[in-house]
Nanobody, 115 residues
Framework: QVQLVESGGGLVQTGGSLRLSCAAS????????MGWYRQAPGKQRELVAT???????NYADSVKGRFTISRDNAKNTVYLQMNSLKPEDTAVYYC?????????WGQGTQVSVSS
């Protein structure tokens, strides 16, 4: 089992910034992909960004140029730096861990961007 704990969510004005953190613990397989997904009320969960243990990143088109995903393998932690936030970024953000052995989801952290 892998446990994920997110932090860093909050309320910010349009154009502001937030940094999300997700700390993983448990039976972590060294070759894995971690990432962030988000879900707004009444909408489907969507991919925001992912990063492999080798550092390969993938971003949703809607956040390219504004968000940056990074990770610290020594700390088993993934980060999401969110800049130039827009109201449409408002959602619950979920951390994800995926490996050949297992996959896990965090409980989610609320990000609210006021217009």
């Amino acid at each position: 089992q892998v446990q994920l704990v997110e932090s860093g969510g909050g309320l910010v004005q349009t154009g502001g910034s937030l940094r999300l953190s997700c700390a993983a613990s448990g039976s972590i397989f060294r070759i894995n992909t971690m990432g962030w997904y988000r879900q707004a009320p009444g909408k489907q969960r969507e991919l925001v960004a992912t990063i492999t243990s080798g550092g390969i990143t993938n971003y949703a088109d809607s956040v390219k140029g504004r968000f940056t995903i990074s990770r610290d393998n020594a700390k088993n932690t993934v980060y999401l730096q969110m800049n130039s936030l827009k109201p449409e970024d408002t959602a619950v953000y979920y951390c994800n861990y995926n490996s050949l052995r297992n996959r896990s989801w965090g409980q989610g952290t609320q990000v609210s961007v006021s217009s």
